[in-house]
Protein backbone atom coordinates (compact mmCIF):
# COMPACT_ATOMS: atom_id res chain seq x y z
CA UNK A 1 0.00 0.00 0.00
CA UNK A 2 0.86 3.63 -0.58
CA UNK A 3 2.94 5.05 2.63
CA UNK A 4 5.47 8.23 3.38
CA UNK A 5 8.20 8.18 5.64
CA UNK A 6 9.86 11.13 6.92
CA UNK A 7 12.79 11.54 8.98
CA UNK A 8 12.87 11.57 12.91
CA UNK A 9 12.97 14.19 14.72
CA UNK A 10 13.06 16.29 16.71
CA UNK A 11 15.47 18.46 14.18
CA UNK A 12 17.45 21.60 16.39
CA UNK A 13 18.52 24.43 14.53
CA UNK A 14 20.01 27.65 15.69
CA UNK A 15 18.38 30.66 13.79
CA UNK A 16 19.22 31.46 10.21
CA UNK A 17 20.15 27.81 9.42
CA UNK A 18 19.87 26.15 6.49
CA UNK A 19 16.54 23.52 7.07
CA UNK A 20 15.95 19.98 5.25
CA UNK A 21 13.60 17.78 6.17
CA UNK A 22 13.29 14.06 4.24
CA UNK A 23 10.63 12.82 2.81
CA UNK A 24 10.26 9.63 0.59
CA UNK A 25 6.89 7.97 -0.30
CA UNK A 26 5.89 4.81 -1.59
CA UNK A 27 2.63 4.83 -4.18
CA UNK A 28 0.68 2.79 -6.55
CA UNK A 29 -0.32 5.66 -9.11
CA UNK A 30 0.66 9.13 -9.42
CA UNK A 31 -0.06 11.04 -6.39
CA UNK A 32 -0.43 15.11 -5.27
CA UNK A 33 2.14 15.51 -2.76
CA UNK A 34 1.76 17.81 0.50
CA UNK A 35 3.55 19.54 3.47
CA UNK A 36 1.19 20.17 6.40
CA UNK A 37 2.66 22.06 9.36
CA UNK A 38 1.11 22.00 13.04
CA UNK A 39 1.82 24.76 15.42
CA UNK A 40 1.07 23.28 18.86
CA UNK A 41 -2.59 23.22 20.57
CA UNK A 42 -3.19 24.14 16.86
CA UNK A 43 -4.50 21.61 13.36
CA UNK A 44 -2.76 21.60 10.49
CA UNK A 45 -1.92 24.24 8.10
CA UNK A 46 -0.92 23.49 4.51
CA UNK A 47 2.28 24.75 4.01
CA UNK A 48 2.95 23.69 -0.07
CA UNK A 49 2.00 21.40 -2.47
CA UNK A 50 2.96 19.23 -6.23
CA UNK A 51 0.75 17.52 -8.14
CA UNK A 52 3.09 16.37 -10.63
CA UNK A 53 6.89 15.22 -11.41
CA UNK A 54 9.28 17.83 -10.82
CA UNK A 55 6.59 20.21 -9.68
CA UNK A 56 7.87 22.48 -7.08
CA UNK A 57 5.52 23.92 -4.28
CA UNK A 58 6.75 27.07 -2.30
CA UNK A 59 5.36 29.48 0.29
CA UNK A 60 6.82 31.45 2.80
CA UNK A 61 10.80 30.34 1.83
CA UNK A 62 9.85 26.74 1.97
CA UNK A 63 10.00 24.59 -0.76
CA UNK A 64 9.88 21.38 -1.83
CA UNK A 65 10.08 19.41 -5.77
CA UNK A 66 8.10 16.31 -6.19
CA UNK A 67 11.38 13.70 -7.44
CA UNK A 68 9.43 11.02 -9.23
CA UNK A 69 12.73 9.17 -9.50
CA UNK A 70 13.70 9.18 -6.22
CA UNK A 71 10.10 9.32 -4.56
CA UNK A 72 10.90 12.24 -2.91
CA UNK A 73 9.65 15.35 -1.75
CA UNK A 74 12.04 17.31 0.80
CA UNK A 75 11.32 19.91 2.89
CA UNK A 76 13.72 22.93 2.59
CA UNK A 77 14.70 26.39 3.74
CA UNK A 78 17.62 28.51 3.55
CA UNK A 79 17.60 30.50 6.61
CA UNK A 80 15.09 29.58 9.76
CA UNK A 81 13.54 31.47 12.35
CA UNK A 82 12.17 30.87 16.00
CA UNK A 83 8.77 31.35 14.59
CA UNK A 84 9.13 27.99 12.20
CA UNK A 85 9.35 25.81 15.14
CA UNK A 86 6.48 23.20 15.09
CA UNK A 87 5.71 19.84 14.19
CA UNK A 88 6.10 19.21 9.93
CA UNK A 89 3.95 16.61 7.78
CA UNK A 90 4.46 15.13 4.75
CA UNK A 91 1.34 13.81 3.13
CA UNK A 92 0.39 11.94 -0.38
CA UNK A 93 -3.52 11.72 -1.84
CA UNK A 94 -4.56 10.95 -5.17
CA UNK A 95 -8.03 12.96 -5.02
CA UNK A 96 -11.19 11.75 -6.37
CA UNK A 97 -12.90 9.30 -4.24
CA UNK A 98 -9.78 8.04 -2.73
CA UNK A 99 -9.04 11.66 -1.50
CA UNK A 100 -7.76 10.53 1.85
CA UNK A 101 -4.57 11.66 3.06
CA UNK A 102 -1.51 9.78 3.93
CA UNK A 103 0.44 11.36 6.46
CA UNK A 104 4.13 10.40 7.60
CA UNK A 105 4.27 10.52 11.67
CA UNK A 106 5.79 14.00 11.50
CA UNK A 107 9.19 15.99 12.08
CA UNK A 108 9.51 17.92 15.05
CA UNK A 109 11.78 21.51 14.08
CA UNK A 110 12.91 23.51 17.34
CA UNK A 111 15.06 26.83 16.18
CA UNK A 112 16.61 28.26 18.68
CA UNK A 113 17.93 32.28 18.67
CA UNK B 1 -14.15 33.21 5.77
CA UNK B 2 -14.16 31.45 9.07
CA UNK B 3 -12.18 27.95 9.23
CA UNK B 4 -12.87 24.61 9.94
CA UNK B 5 -14.84 25.32 13.32
CA UNK B 6 -14.50 22.09 15.43
CA UNK B 7 -16.17 21.58 19.53
CA UNK B 8 -15.51 21.22 21.64
CA UNK B 9 -11.81 21.68 21.63
CA UNK B 10 -11.31 19.41 24.81
CA UNK B 11 -14.09 16.67 25.59
CA UNK B 12 -13.44 14.43 28.97
CA UNK B 13 -15.22 11.25 29.45
CA UNK B 14 -15.05 8.61 31.57
CA UNK B 15 -15.09 4.79 30.01
CA UNK B 16 -18.41 3.84 28.60
CA UNK B 17 -19.44 6.73 27.85
CA UNK B 18 -20.26 8.52 24.77
CA UNK B 19 -18.11 10.89 22.67
CA UNK B 20 -19.88 13.42 20.17
CA UNK B 21 -17.15 15.57 18.54
CA UNK B 22 -18.22 18.09 16.23
CA UNK B 23 -17.35 19.77 13.01
CA UNK B 24 -18.70 22.48 10.72
CA UNK B 25 -16.90 22.88 7.73
CA UNK B 26 -15.64 26.14 6.00
CA UNK B 27 -17.81 28.37 3.74
CA UNK B 28 -18.78 26.32 0.41
CA UNK B 29 -17.24 23.02 1.33
CA UNK B 30 -19.61 19.71 0.94
CA UNK B 31 -16.71 18.01 1.97
CA UNK B 32 -15.56 16.60 5.03
CA UNK B 33 -13.07 14.29 6.17
CA UNK B 34 -11.86 12.63 10.03
CA UNK B 35 -8.24 11.40 11.25
CA UNK B 36 -7.35 10.67 14.10
CA UNK B 37 -4.13 11.58 16.02
CA UNK B 38 -2.57 8.66 18.40
CA UNK B 39 0.10 10.47 21.09
CA UNK B 40 3.36 10.85 19.66
CA UNK B 41 2.57 9.94 15.72
CA UNK B 42 1.06 10.63 12.48
CA UNK B 43 -2.33 12.15 11.98
CA UNK B 44 -4.48 8.73 10.70
CA UNK B 45 -7.69 8.66 8.06
CA UNK B 46 -10.95 7.81 9.35
CA UNK B 47 -13.75 8.50 7.11
CA UNK B 48 -14.73 10.96 3.97
CA UNK B 49 -17.92 12.41 3.97
CA UNK B 50 -20.10 14.20 1.17
CA UNK B 51 -23.11 15.85 2.30
CA UNK B 52 -25.32 12.73 3.69
CA UNK B 53 -23.03 10.46 1.70
CA UNK B 54 -19.78 8.52 3.39
CA UNK B 55 -17.47 8.08 0.76
CA UNK B 56 -14.47 6.42 2.21
CA UNK B 57 -15.01 4.48 5.98
CA UNK B 58 -11.83 2.42 5.31
CA UNK B 59 -10.31 4.00 8.33
CA UNK B 60 -13.08 3.55 10.73
CA UNK B 61 -13.04 1.14 13.77
CA UNK B 62 -15.19 -1.93 12.78
CA UNK B 63 -17.20 -1.24 16.30
CA UNK B 64 -18.17 2.02 18.57
CA UNK B 65 -17.34 4.36 16.31
CA UNK B 66 -20.04 6.09 13.54
CA UNK B 67 -19.93 9.52 11.25
CA UNK B 68 -22.69 11.39 9.50
CA UNK B 69 -23.02 14.38 7.48
CA UNK B 70 -26.52 15.64 7.55
CA UNK B 71 -27.94 17.56 4.68
CA UNK B 72 -28.13 20.47 7.24
CA UNK B 73 -25.77 21.22 10.47
CA UNK B 74 -22.40 20.08 11.26
CA UNK B 75 -20.34 16.27 10.64
CA UNK B 76 -20.32 14.70 13.48
CA UNK B 77 -18.38 11.65 14.79
CA UNK B 78 -19.76 9.43 16.91
CA UNK B 79 -18.00 7.16 19.67
CA UNK B 80 -20.15 5.09 21.55
CA UNK B 81 -18.82 3.05 25.21
CA UNK B 82 -15.20 4.94 24.91
CA UNK B 83 -12.36 3.11 26.24
CA UNK B 84 -8.48 4.63 27.49
CA UNK B 85 -7.50 3.40 23.82
CA UNK B 86 -9.56 6.19 22.51
CA UNK B 87 -8.07 9.26 24.04
CA UNK B 88 -6.26 11.28 20.98
CA UNK B 89 -6.71 14.08 18.80
CA UNK B 90 -9.36 14.34 15.97
CA UNK B 91 -9.06 16.36 13.50
CA UNK B 92 -11.94 17.34 10.95
CA UNK B 93 -11.04 19.05 7.21
CA UNK B 94 -12.95 20.10 4.31
CA UNK B 95 -12.72 20.46 1.07
CA UNK B 96 -14.26 22.33 -1.81
CA UNK B 97 -14.18 19.60 -3.81
CA UNK B 98 -12.07 15.68 -3.88
CA UNK B 99 -9.69 17.54 -5.97
CA UNK B 100 -9.17 20.78 -3.74
CA UNK B 101 -6.70 20.86 -0.79
CA UNK B 102 -8.11 19.85 2.60
CA UNK B 103 -8.72 22.53 4.87
CA UNK B 104 -8.41 21.08 8.71
CA UNK B 105 -9.80 22.44 11.76
CA UNK B 106 -8.11 22.91 15.54
CA UNK B 107 -9.17 19.07 16.52
CA UNK B 108 -11.11 18.00 19.88
CA UNK B 109 -8.35 16.51 22.50
CA UNK B 110 -10.37 13.83 23.87
CA UNK B 111 -9.26 12.52 26.97
CA UNK B 112 -11.01 9.00 28.69
CA UNK B 113 -10.51 8.82 32.93
Known amino acids: GDSVTQMEGPVTLSEEAFLTINCTYT??????LFWYVQYPGEGLQLLLK?????DKGSNKGFEATYRKETTSFHLEKGSVQVSDSAVYFC????????????FGTGTLLAVQP | NAGVMQNPRHLVRRRGQEARLRCSPM?????VYWYRQLPEEGLKFMVYLQKENIIDESGMPKERFSAEFPKEGPSILRIQQVVRGDSAAYFCASSYDSNQPQHFGDGTRLSIL
Open chain 1, 91 to 102: ALNYGGATNKLI
Open chain 1, 50 to 54: ATKAD
Open chain 2, 27 to 31: KGHSH
Open chain 1, 27 to 32: ATGYPS
